[in-house]
C-alpha cells in the first residue's frame, strides 16, 4: 500500500507533523498480527472487563432492561435497513409508518397531542424543548432548571445555549425529600421567567409533582418543560401532559435498546398541537393517495434543509431509524397492558430492595416517592465503588457525590426486572454489612 501512494514508511506519510510533536506522540505500531493472533489479543483485553456475572445496580440516565428477541429480529428486515431517509414517500411508506407508530407511542406515552418523529436522545431533546420554549415566549430571558434534573440534562442545554447571550440560565435546589424545592421556585419565578425544566422522575429517581410545579409556573406565565430519563416510569405516573407540561420530553433507552455503554439514545418528544409549528424536527402524518388508499408523508418538516434557515426552528435530524423502529416494536409487544406490567414489576422490584436494605440498617437518602431507582447512604462502598465491584462482584450503584458533592457518601441504586434475587442478596450483604456497622458504632 505504501508503495502504491509514494512513499516508503508509516513515517513518510507523518513529515507534515512537526518532529517534536511525533516524538511526543510516542507513536509506535507493532507489526501486523494474523487472524487468530488478533482474535486472541482481544479476548484477553475483553478479560480484563467486570465479569458479566458482576450484579449490577446502575442506571442514572441508562437502564437494564430485558430487550425480546423479537425486536433485533424486526431489525434486521432488509426493507428497514436500506430506506435512508423518508423524504421519498413513494419507496420509503414502510419507514414513514414506522415513524408514525413511533410519534403515536410517544404522544400516548407523554399525554400530548402530538409527537414528532424522535431526537438525538433525551439530553438533546431537552435542550431543543428550551430552544422551542424560547420561541413561544421569545420576549422573557430566565430558564429555571431543576438542579435534580440529570447533570447530563443540564449540560447539555448550557452548551446548546452558550451562543445565545440574551438568555439566562438559574439552577433550582431539592429540597430534603428529593424533590424540586417549591417554595425557593415560587421566589424565583418572575414575570421574565420563561420556562422551567424538570426531571420526572428526576435524577435521584424521585417523582416530582409536576401539577402543583405547572400551576405556579403557569401562574407566572412561563412554560413547564418536563424530561424523563426513565421512561418506563411513564407507565406508572400521571402523564407529564395531563398533569400541565407544555412540552414533555422521554429518553426511549428503556425500550429495545441496551444500555450499550451509555447509547445509543433516542429521545421522545411530545407537545400539544397549539405549540406545533414551534416544534422542532420532522412530524410525519396519514393521508390518502388519488386513489383513496391509505399512505404516510412528511407533514411538517420546519428544518433548515427545508425551509427558510431564519424560520427553521431546528436543522436536528430524525434520530437513527432503527433506534426508534426498536422502540416501537418493543412497546407494539408490550401492548398497554404489558407495559404496565413492566413497570408495576420494576417499581415493586425496586421497593422490596430498598425495604430488605433499610432492614440491614440501610438508610435512605430521600423520602420522596420514588420509581425504580433510589439514594441510599453508603459511605464506605461509595468510597471504594471500584474495589468492591473488583472483590465483590457488585456495582452497587452509582456514587452521587460525582455529581453532587453535598450527597458524598451515597449511592443511586436502581432495581429492575433484570436482577436476580441472588444479585439482590449480594446488594443487602455488601450495603448491609455497612449499615449494621454504622448502627453499632452509632453513627
Known sequence: MLAAIGVGSIDDLLTA???????????A????????ELVDRFAARAATNVPASTA???GAGAYPHHVPAVVNQVLLRSEFATAYTPYQPEVSQGTL???FEFQTFAAMLLGMDVANASMYDGASGTAEAVLMARRLKGDRRRILVARSLHPHYRQVIATYLRGLGDLVVEEVPFGADGRLDAAELRDRLGADALCVVVGQPNVFGVVEDVAAIAAAVHDA????VTATAEAVALAMLRSPGSAGADIAVAEGQSFGLGASYGGPGVGLFATHERHVRAMPGRIVGETVDANGRRGYTLTLATREQHIRRERATSNICTNQGLCSLAVTVHLSMLGRQGLRRLAQTNWQAAHATAARLESAGVRLRFRGTYFNEFVVEAPEVAARWESVAADEGLVAGFPLGRWYPELDGTLLVCVTEVHRPEQVDVLVRVLGREGRARAAGGR
Open 17 to 27: 507533523v512537526p518532529a517534536g510533536l511525533r516524538e511526543r506522540a510516542g507513536i
Open 29 to 36: 505500531l507493532p507489526p501486523g498480527l494474523s487472524e487468530p
Open 56 to 58: 449490577v445496580f446502575l
Open 97 to 99: 409508518q414506522a415513524i
Open 221 to 224: 406565565g412561563a412554560l413547564v
